[in-house]
């Protein structure tokens, strides 16, 4: 049995953490939105991204799950170097990957650091 859309989103966050890119469960094709780094849509740019974020990224709390069939939004925190960022992201799964994943974050923690 496939893993579930909010097992999917958890399985991200837990690579996140990790600081382990190979296990994000990506697909080829994913469409990633972000304050930052604006829309990204293949699996290899989103890794290039996240590899520049990952440095930064001392910690994520998860506040919760709302899934609606293959839909998951995840209200959640990530601590940083530069300070805390409160993130509500979107996700789309299909055959255990993400497809789409669109967040909303206040970018300022980062830009106005820079």
Not at 85 to 112: K, N
């Amino acid at each position: 049995m496939s893993a579930s859309p909010v097992e999917v989103v958890e399985n991200y966050f837990t690579a996140l953490q990790a600081k382990d890119l190979k296990k994000l469960p990506l697909a080829d094709t994913i469409i990633f939105t972000d304050p930052l780094a604006g829309t990204l849509t293949s699996q290899t740019a989103v890794v290039a991204f996240l590899s520049n974020v990952l440095p930064i990224l001392q910690a994520i709390t998860i506040h919760y799950h709302v899934q609606d069939q293959n839909r998951v939004v995840t209200r959640w925190d990530a601590q940083t170097t530069l300070g805390m960022i409160e993130i509500l992201e979107w996700f789309e799964i299909s055959d255990g990957h993400i497809q789409v994943a669109q967040a909303f974050f206040d970018p300022r923690v980062i830009t106005q650091t820079r």
